[in-house]
Antibody
Framework: EVQLVESGGVVVQPGGSLRLSCAAS????????MHWVRQAPGKGLEWVSL????????YYADSVKGRFTISRDNSKNSLYLQMNSLRTEDTAFYYC????????????WGQGTLVTVSS | AIQLTQSPSSLSASVGDRVTITCRAS??????LAWYQQKPGKTPKLLIF???NLDSGVPSRFSGSGSGTDFTLTISSLQPEDLSTYYC?????????FGGGTRVEIK
């Protein structure tokens, strides 16, 4: 069974840092582009970042560029999101998402981890 | 960034009704559009990719059409389990973007 399990979501103060992790199983992790997508409570979906299968290519939403860094460790079947200079508007559920191939379509979603930025 | 405008933002329909949701892109995106269904309290699920291709296991009452800037998601016969919010997403260019969502309620 294909599974994505996120961890690392906590309550953090504005300006703080946090690292999210995602453990993947049930598929050849190093064959696929991976993404982070977020959703503020009660709001719509916002794509955050992607990383290519080999880590060589990354893209970011303008709202997080320069503050967030996506990375992966294919030997551990793991995806990461380093979040710095956090703002209250970063409060959201963060989903680890598998690409359908390399097409930037999201076919498998994790259950999400909640990041709350609040003083 | 390409903006996606969904309409309506919400709708209420009866079981068996034909339901149509539209998604308009701020510039042409060819067929680089996907549709997702998010049931209350659940994570999104891929329904359609490349504007009209049903993902595996998606009921045939769902269909997608369109290209360029105008797209539609159609539910041919609404079922109680279709209570959800539906999102379109473009993958023509970065940053990837979603529409604002359409909430479908059952009368």
């Amino acid at each position: 069974e294909v599974q994505l399990v996120e961890s690392g979501g906590v309550v953090v103060q504005p300006g703080g840092s946090l690292r999210l992790s995602c453990a993947a199983s049930g598929f050849n992790f190093d064959d696929y582009t991976m993404h982070w997508v977020r959703q503020a409570p009660g709001k719509g979906l916002e794509w955050v970042s992607l990383i290519s299968w080999d880590g060589g290519t990354t893209y970011y939403a303008d709202s997080v560029k320069g503050r967030f860094t996506i990375s992966r460790d294919n030997s551990k079947n793991s995806l990461y999101l380093q979040m710095n200079s956090l703002r209250t508007e970063d409060t959201a559920f963060y989903y680890c998402v598998k690409d359908i191939a390399t097409d930037d379509v999201f076919d498998i979603w994790g259950q999400g981890t909640l990041v709350t930025v609040s003083s | 960034a390409i903006q996606l405008t969904q309409s309506p933002s919400s709708l209420s329909a009866s079981v068996g009704d034909r339901v149509t949701i539209t998604c308009r892109a701020s510039q042409g995106i060819s067929s680089a559009l996907a549709w997702y269904q998010q049931k209350p309290g659940k994570t999104p699920k891929l329904l359609i990719f490349e504007a009209s291709n049903l993902d595996s296991g998606v009921p045939s009452r769902f269909s997608g059409s369109g290209s360029g800037t105008d797209f539609t998601l159609t539910i041919s016969s609404l079922q109680p389990e279709d209570l959800s919010t539906y999102y379109c997403q473009q993958f023509n260019s970065y940053p990837l973007t979603f529409g604002g969502g359409t909430r479908v309620e059952i009368k």
